[in-house]
T-cell receptor
Framework: NAGVTQTPKFQVLKTGQSMTLQCAQD?????MYWYRQDPGMGLRLIYY???????DKGEVPNGYNVSRLNKREFSLRLESAAPSQTSVYFC?????????????FGNGTRLTVT | QKEVEQNSGPLSVPEGAIASLNCTYS??????FFWYRQYSGKSPELIMS????GDKEDGRFTAQLNKASQYVSLLIRDSQPSDSATYLC?????????FGTGTSLTVIP
């Protein structure tokens, strides 16, 4: 049982380049999330998808777009990368978006924008 | 802005001692509370969840919740060097998770 799988694990981009971070879960969860983690800032929500077909902005959505491709997959796109987007990105899923469903995290993508 | 506050540490305890990690939150209507452990360079993993006032025990871990004081804590008994990690407090309000910045714990052999 793989849980939440993220690709790639590492990525280096130049300012202005674009890329898509991929995330897939095999736990039949309804809700999926993208977080970024920066030193001293904790985990901050970028976008989430409460259920297939829906997406909503989180705390720090600027510069990002998402697609909930199907129930399993939720991708995050950086259209024009900026150095401020250097971070560790985590995808997570939960059974649903009700308050008692814990998040299960993928292994993360370490992104550096030069 | 929902706030979740944790002492960043570092917290150092000797092997076999009790480690006490604390978290306060600002929103009185917060409903669920989780503790995650994160090893350096790894992703957060769920340790405990607690939803009602009081204590909840799971092995060497005990979570304590006091909604009136807006306070949640994690006790680790018989601390082991393998417990050395950053511990993240997560508070759920509505359908949103809010994370503290984490407390770094070092267990000294």
């Amino acid at each position: 049982n793989a849980g939440v799988t993220q690709t790639p694990k590492f990525q280096v981009l130049k300012t202005g380049q674009s890329m898509t971070l991929q995330c897939a879960q095999d736990m039949n969860h309804n809700s999926m999330y993208w977080y970024r983690q920066d030193p001293g800032m904790g985990l901050r929500l970028i976008y989430y998808s409460a259920s297939e077909g829906t997406t909503d902005k989180g705390e720090v959505p600027n510069g990002y777009n998402v697609s909930r491709l199907n129930k399993r997959e939720f991708s995050l796109r950086l259209e024009s990368a900026a150095p401020s987007q250097t971070s560790v990105y985590f995808c997570a899923s939960s059974e649903d978006s009700w308050f008692n469903s814990p998040l299960h995290f993928g292994n993360g993508t370490r992104l550096t924008v030069t | 802005q929902k706030e979740v506050e944790q002492n960043s540490g570092p917290l150092s305890v000797p092997e076999g001692a009790i480690a006490s990690l604390n978290c306060t939150y600002s929103d009185r209507v917060s409903q669920s509370f989780f503790w995650y452990r994160q090893y350096s360079g790894k992703s957060p993993e769920l340790i405990m969840s607690i939803y009602s006032n009081g204590d909840k025990e799971d092995g060497r871990f005990t979570a304590q919740l006091n909604k009136a004081s807006q306070y949640v804590s994690l006790l680790i008994r018989d601390s082991q060097p393998s417990d050395s990690a950053t511990y993240l407090c997560a508070v759920v309000t509505g359908n949103q998770f809010y994370f503290g910045t984490g407390t770094s714990l070092t267990v000294i052999p």
